[in-house]
């Protein structure tokens, strides 16, 4: 085989690929052989007729493809091997010449990543302390949550018809207002009339300028009113930027809140416990928890970013493409789940599909950069976990499922391959993010003043095990989702968008134990419909080598 490699822009390399004349003259040989068995000439038996005989009657180009379909994909294979090359992607192939055979091959491939002075990246450990007026801001969001909507306490009024009625107030912040509404953009409606539509001042969400109109008005009442949108007014979707839009409102109900006292009855009723002071302390430590575990995946999102921009990678397009075919599946499947189908999705959001892809490729595109920076890390700092180790885990937690509802279900589970690939992905994670913690905050740890899990009391039941990085309060060591070909686990999406890592909005899951995530697969097993590796390989996606399928041409 000729071959020469030329490396191009984006992680590309082609290919330049000629067969010697031995090679095709032996995969012209071949291809007589096997071509001979399966036709028939007049006066011979079948797969007795000479070669000759055979080529006057079919033409030699029945050889030739047969020969040169087996002898490109063979030269193709030794070609990656021969220079250690990972396709990523579908090649693309021109036929240079027949006979002999010749052809170039162009394929996305692996890319080099030059990862810089990853390990001088330096974050600052966060400080996870609770303040007492977050307790106090917590307990008044729990009080107002108790408290019942009640019509606003006022005088008499001279109504119509020289008639007394209850006085009519004004909205204020916090007050529960009851409107119709109609928006229009010139001429044409902007979205479909509301009636009856619910909000609290200061706490729905609403527009600004929508919400200091409504304040403006008296049960009953109405108002039209324009509100032009900046072109970068960056407070209000990117849709309504350098728009005109006009309302009309009319305010048909308003309610306020009959605070309810902050005392014992409100801890009964609110939290199930006997004391204001108990509440309190409740509120102090779940708030805690939820600082910790925030506070330390603040420091890994920071510490990946850094790390991600020290680093050079020229990225295939191709694989940036399965990227957002990914989180473009994944949407598809929440849509579903939610009862619309994608097509109805796009109609409502005004976009095509390719709009769409466009739109998820950014963050595509970064989550990619982080995972590819961090299987390197975790390649120079030897982060890996052993099946030993595995084996191990396993052992412990299907020991366990003596307390379990079904204890012979939930041992099968914990031993099967499916969740053995998702707690490798675990334990390398957490590891990984310990580790980067370790380089990044020169060993000091990611948090200080985190909270740590109390012991448990005498003959009470055991409490789940701590996180890994007990140093950093004992927070959970919380991986993000997305994963390439054949590597464990990452935390590709730690960085994304500021996106917090582990920041469960159940406070108690969000830094309890390292194995959250195992106990929520046996609850729910494996979705349905989950493809493994293998199956994934089989279908024609990158396998677990990072190489792909036999290509076809």
Do not use: C
């Not at 030699?60 to 070609?79: C, T």
């Not at 994304?496 to 195992?518: F, K, S, T």
């Amino acid at each position: 085989m000729k071959l020469t490699v030329e490396r191009l822009p984006e992680s590309r390399v082609l290919l330049d690929i000629a067969a010697d004349e031995n090679e095709f003259a032996l995969a012209m040989d071949r291809a007589y052989r096997r071509v001979g068995k399966q036709v028939a000439v007049p006066g011979f038996r079948k797969g007795k007729a000479p070669r000759p005989m055979i080529e006057r009657l079919y033409g030699r180009g029945v050889f030739l493809e047969e020969a040169n379909k087996g002898l490109m994909e063979d030269l193709y294979r030794r070609a990656i091997e021969e220079h250690e090359l990972r396709p990523v992607g579908d090649p693309e192939v021109e036929l240079v010449a027949a006979e002999p055979l010749a052809f170039k091959v162009t394929l996305p491939i692996y890319p080099e990543i030059e990862l810089g002075a990853y390990a001088d990246v330096r974050v600052e450990p966060v400080d996870a302390a609770v303040e007492e007026s977050a307790v106090e801001e917590a307990l008044e969001q729990l009080r107002r949550a108790q408290s019942p909507w009640v019509d606003p306490a006022g005088g008499l009024e001279v109504g119509a018809d020289l008639v007394l009625a209850p006085s009519s107030r004004t909205p204020r912040e916090g007050d529960q207002v009851t409107i119709d509404y109609t928006v229009r953009e010139g001429e044409a409606p902007a979205e479909e009339a509301v009636e009856d539509a619910v909000f609290v001042l200061g706490e729905s969400g609403l527009l600004d300028q929508l919400e200091e109109r409504i304040k403006g008005l008296r049960v009953g009442e109405s108002a039209a009113f324009e509100i032009a949108f900046g072109e970068d007014d960056e407070s209000v979707d990117k849709d309504l930027r350098g728009k005109t839009l006009f309302y009309d409102v009319t305010l048909k109900g308003l309610k306020e809140r009959d605070l309810v006292p902050l005392d014992d009855d409100l801890a009964r009723e609110a939290a199930e416990v006997e004391t204001l002071d108990e509440l309190r302390r409740n509120l102090r430590n779940d708030l805690h928890q939820r600082k910790t575990a925030e506070s330390r995946a603040d420091v890994v999102n920071r510490t990946i970013a850094a790390m991600a921009e020290a680093a050079t990678i020229e990225m295939p397009a191709a694989m940036v493409d399965d990227a957002v075919g990914e989180d473009l599946r994944a949407l598809r499947g929440r849509i579903t789940r939610q009862g619309l189908s994608f097509e109805a999705y796009l109609r409502l959001a005004e976009q095509t599909e390719e709009e769409l892809r466009q739109e998820l490729r950014p963050a595509a595109e970064r989550r990619l950069l982080n995972s590819l920076v961090l299987r390197e890390i975790a390649k120079r700092e030897e982060v890996a976990v052993e099946d030993v180790e595995l084996d191990a885990e396993v052992d412990r937690l299907a020991a366990a499922t003596v307390s379990a509802p079904d204890p012979k279900r939930a041992e099968e589970l914990y031993r099967s391959d499916y969740f053995r690939n998702v707690l490798r992905s675990d334990l390398f994670d957490r590891r990984l993010s310990d580790r980067l913690v370790e380089i990044a905050t020169e060993g000091r740890g990611a948090v200080v003043n985190g909270w740590v899990e109390p012991e448990p009391e005498p003959d009470a039941a055991p409490a789940s095990e701590p996180a890994t990085g007990a140093g950093d309060g004992g927070e959970a060591a919380a991986a993000a989702s997305g994963t390439l070909p054949g590597q464990p686990g990452d935390l590709a999406t730690a960085a994304i968008d500021g996106e917090a890592v582990g920041a469960d909005p159940d406070v108690a899951q969000a830094a309890a134990a390292a194995h959250d995530r195992e106990n929520q697969m046996v609850a729910a097993q494996a979705p349905e419909g989950a493809v493994t590796p293998e199956e994934a390989e089989a279908g024609g996606e990158p396998g677990t080598d990072g190489s792909l399928p036999t290509p076809t041409y």
